[in-house]
């Protein structure tokens, strides 16, 4: 499953923002895969954090080998030590099995996030161990779906802005000036902006200065 979005949001931004709307034309509809189920994308996120993409993948693969499925239930019956073996740090290990058993036991209700605005979504995430803003920003992006997720702590974000916009740096004051140019639809902006940011666009640079 792709995070949704359409003419709509596209359009949009277009109009809001014609260079973006350039990047948009030139890089075409994005397929983002997304992960539905709330309780899996947190620990798949908390299995990511300061690692490879790759390594997180090769870490994923060995959970959902490991394990009938990922669910409260099962990692709340896992030993640290099996968590692991899989390829993660005994830290992350003990974050999992913490935000497990708090779900198993009724302390954490996944379901209530549904029901939140984003700032309180993120805030009641950020009180699980191992949970930042960052990663509950792309939860709340590559699970939730929800339309206007603008992270100010994305790395890549803040290099594809200064790549599009020419920035040398991306301050608080103008990542702000964006994300209101880009809401209600800062999530579709971010889809492209990490596209620049990956290369999508050949010749297009960043320009911030060079370290010496």
């Not at 992960?35 to 997180?56: C, E, P, Y």
């Not at 999992?96 to 029901?115: P, T």
Request: aromatic share 10%.
């Amino acid at each position: 499953m792709y995070f949704i979005y359409g003419s709509t949001e596209v359009n949009y931004l277009k109009n809001k923002d014609p260079i973006l709307g350039q990047v948009i034309d030139k890089v075409g509809h994005i397929d983002r895969a997304v992960d539905t189920d709330l309780f899996s994308s947190v620990v798949h996120h908390i299995v990511g954090q300061q690692i490879s993409t790759k390594a997180q993948a090769t870490i994923w693969q060995r959970m959902k080998v490991g394990f009938e499925k990922i669910d409260p239930e099962v990692i709340s019956a896992a030993d640290i030590s099996q968590l692991q073996s899989f390829g993660m740090t005994f830290r992350k290990a003990e974050y999992i099995r913490d935000f497990a058993d708090k779900v198993q036991s009724g302390e954490f209700d996944l379901a209530s996030l549904n029901h939140m605005p984003d700032d309180e979504a993120i805030k009641k995430l950020t009180s699980l161990k191992g949970i930042g803003v960052w990663t509950a920003e792309m939860i709340l992006l590559f699970c939730m779906q929800r339309p206007d997720i603008f992270s100010f702590d994305d790395l890549a974000i803040q290099r594809g802005l200064r790549m599009i916009y020419h920035h040398r740096k991306i301050d608080r004051k103008l990542f702000e000036k964006c994300r209101r140019r880009f809401s209600p639809y800062g999530s579709v902006a971010s889809l492209y902006i990490w596209a620049v940011a990956g290369g999508a666009i050949p010749n297009m640079r960043d320009y911030a200065p060079k370290r010496k």
